[in-house]
């Protein structure tokens, strides 16, 4: 489990295919310095293990399904990455609760100027009853608030603080991002499976979501 609070921004070193697996290597002297093989990192919000770790860079291994479903198909050598290690059981919940899951990939429609701007991501439809008007959402692994949702888009409003500890500030039209849904909107959905009740941000709001 992650919190979506990025705790460094890490680098593509290499790239390698084996197969349908393509093998990352990943510097990050931040993360390395407290984690060892087999723990779970969430990179731009993908749930991955640690394969091999030295000083300042770590491996992982990311197979087909997963590169289907998320970004990292696209990845290129020295793009930055946002890293999250998993959460423990002492730690402060910042964010809010993430699997490291993708549930579909978004693409940026707009992006306005300024210091703090906002983007507006198109998102699949399926996913669009999830998302609601100050709800929780993950971008690349970043814990954001909704700030207004449309038919087939939603939009989100980006501080200077984010864009300083992460990546997002260099997203630009036309980028791809990975999505995490809030996965208390599944619960409420299983709840209340079968009745006529429709998620909304009155719902959410009734039901001590929001």
């Known amino acids: 489990m992650f919190t979506g609070i990025i705790e460094e921004i890490g680098k593509i ?7 349908d697996t393509l093998e ?13 093989q087999g723990d779970s990192i969430s990179i ?9 770790l030295k000083k300042d860079r770590f491996k992982v291994q990311a197979v087909r399904e997963t590169l289907e479903r998320t970004t990292l198909l696209d990845i290129k050598e020295n793009s930055p990455v946002n890293l999250e290690r998993a959460m423990r059981p002492t730690d ?5 609760i993430l699997t490291g899951h993708i549930d579909g990939i978004g693409k940026i429609s707009t992006k306005s ?16 009853k999830y998302i609601v008007p100050n709800g929780s959402i ?7 608030t909704v700030k207004e949702v449309e ?18 500030g260099t997203k630009k039209i036309n980028d791809k991002v990975n999505i995490e849904i809030d996965i208390l909107t599944r619960y409420v959905e299983k709840a209340i499976a079968g ?4 998620i909304t941000q009155e719902f959410l709001k009734e039901k001590g979501f929001l």
């Open 151 to 168: 038919k087939s888009s939603f939009k989100i409003t980006i501080i200077p603080y984010t864009t300083s500890f992460t990546t997002i």
């Open 113 to 128: 100027s300024g210091e703090t701007f906002n983007l507006t991501i198109e998102a699949p439809l399926p996913l669009m």
């Open 13 to 19: 070193d290499k790239i390698e295919k084996h197969g």
């Open 92 to 96: 402060r919940l910042g964010g809010h």
């Open 195 to 198: 009745k006529r009740e429709t």
């Open 138 to 144: 993950a971008i690349d692994g970043i814990s954001l």
């Open 44 to 52: 731009d919000g993908v749930c991955l293990s640690v394969t091999a």
């Open 24 to 36: 990352l290597t990943i510097s990050a002297p931040k993360i390395c310095k407290d984690s060892k």
